[in-house]
C-alpha cells in the first residue's frame, strides 16, 4: 500500500516534528480553567502524557469544542498528517476505547517519524534505522550520546561502523 503525500515525510520534518518546543508546550485541562498541571513538550511526551490522564481531559481536548489536539499537532510541531488523523477519530467512541484509538494513532507516527527522522544521520537508511530503533534509539541527540560499543553489540554492526554514526548524529546536529 502506498503512503499519501501527507504521510510521506523526510529526515528534517520528521525531526522538526519530534523536536522539544518548552516553551509551546501542550497544558492539559479537564475543562475550561481546569488545568491538570500536566504539560507535554514533545510529540513523544504528549504519547507518555495521554496514556496517564484522566479521560475527561482527552474528551475536553478532543470534542465537541475546538480541536486542541490537532491544533497543536498541525500548528506547533507542523505535522498535517497527524493532525489529520486525529480530526477523523470517530466522533461516537467514547470511554477508554476513545484513549486506545489516539495511543494507536500516535503510536504508528511516532514509529514512522522515528525511523524516518534518523536517516539524516549520514551513513543509515531505513534498515539501519529500524536496527536503532529496536534498540532505544529513538532520537540523532540518543545516538549521538552512546558508546560505539555498547551500541555495536545490540544492533550487530561493527563498533567502526557505529563509532562513524555516533560522529556523523553529532555532526548533524
Known amino acids: 500500500m502506498a503512503k499519501s503525500d501527507k504521510e510521506k515525510v523526510n529526515s528534517r520534518l520528521a525531526s522538526q516534528i519530534l523536536r522539544r518546543v518548552s516553551e509551546e508546550s501542550f497544558h492539559f485541562a479537564s475543562g475550561i480553567g481546569a488545568f491538570t498541571g500536566e504539560s507535554a513538550n ?12 484522566p479521560l475527561q481531559c482527552i474528551m ?9 489536539f490537532e491544533s497543536w499537532i498541525r500548528e506547533t510541531l507542523g505535522d ?17 476505547g476513545l484513549r486506545k484509538n489516539l495511543l494507536s494513532i500516535l ?3 511516532l514509529e514512522h517519524l522515528k525511523v524516518i527522522a534518523i536517516t539524516r544521520v549520514k551513513g543509515i537508511g531505513l534498515k539501519y534505522s529500524k536496527k536503532l530503533i529496536a534498540s532505544g534509539i529513538n532520537s540523532v ?6 558508546n560505539p ?8 554492526v561493527s563498533e567502526k ?11 548533524t546536529l
Open 149 to 156: 560499543a555498547d551500541l555495536s553489540i545490540r544492533v550487530g
Open 60 to 68: 475536553f481536548h478532543l470534542y465537541p469544542r475546538q480541536p486542541d
Open 42 to 53: 514533545s510529540l513523544i511526551d504528549f504519547q507518555e502524557k495521554l496514556d496517564k490522564i
Open 141 to 146: 541527540n540518543e545516538l549521538a550520546e552512546k
Open 80 to 96: 498535517d498528517y497527524l493532525a489529520d488523523q486525529i480530526a477523523q477519530i470517530d466522533k461516537s467512541i467514547k470511554g477508554e
Open 161 to 171: 561502523i557505529v563509532s562513524r554514526w555516533i560522529q556523523n548524529a553529532k555532526n
Open 107 to 109: 503510536e504508528s507516527r
